[in-house]
């Protein structure tokens, strides 16, 4: 089993910034890939963005330009970095890992979420 264990959610005026963070333990040979999605009320969970091990990266397109994703393989830690957030990025934070940025989300490991509200 792999765990996930996610920080740095919280409230944020429109236009300002925050860093997700994630770090997975346990059966880490099964985790190449990691990443982030996201479920705002009423609606479905969408890609945030993803990376693999060997540092590929998938945006959603609504985060392109505005949100980085990055990974420290020796720590087993995946952050993602927001700025120039709207109110529309307030939603339910999930750390997602797995074998391949195509497979994890069906088949890996989730975290327990983290809020993320933009509001003024």
């Known amino acids: 089993q792999v765990q996930l264990a996610e920080s740095g959610g919280g409230l944020v005026q429109p236009g300002g910034s925050l860093r997700l963070s994630c770090a997975a333990s346990g059966s880490i040979s099964r985790v190449n890939a990691m990443g982030w999605y996201r479920q705002a009320p009423g609606k479905q969970r969408e890609l945030v963005a993803a990376?693999?091990?060997?540092?590929?990266?998938k945006y959603g397109q609504s985060v392109k330009g505005r949100f980085t994703i990055s990974r420290d393989n020796a720590k087993n830690t995946v952050y993602l970095q927001m700025n120039s957030l709207k109110p529309e990025d307030t939603a339910v934070y999930y750390c997602?890992?797995?074998?391949?940025?195509?497979?994890?989300?069906?088949?890996?490991?989730w975290g327990l979420g983290t809020q993320v509200t933009v509001s003024s």
């Open positions: 997602n890992a797995g074998a391949s940025i195509a497979t994890m989300f069906l088949n890996g490991y």
């Open positions: 990376i693999s091990s060997g540092g590929s990266t």
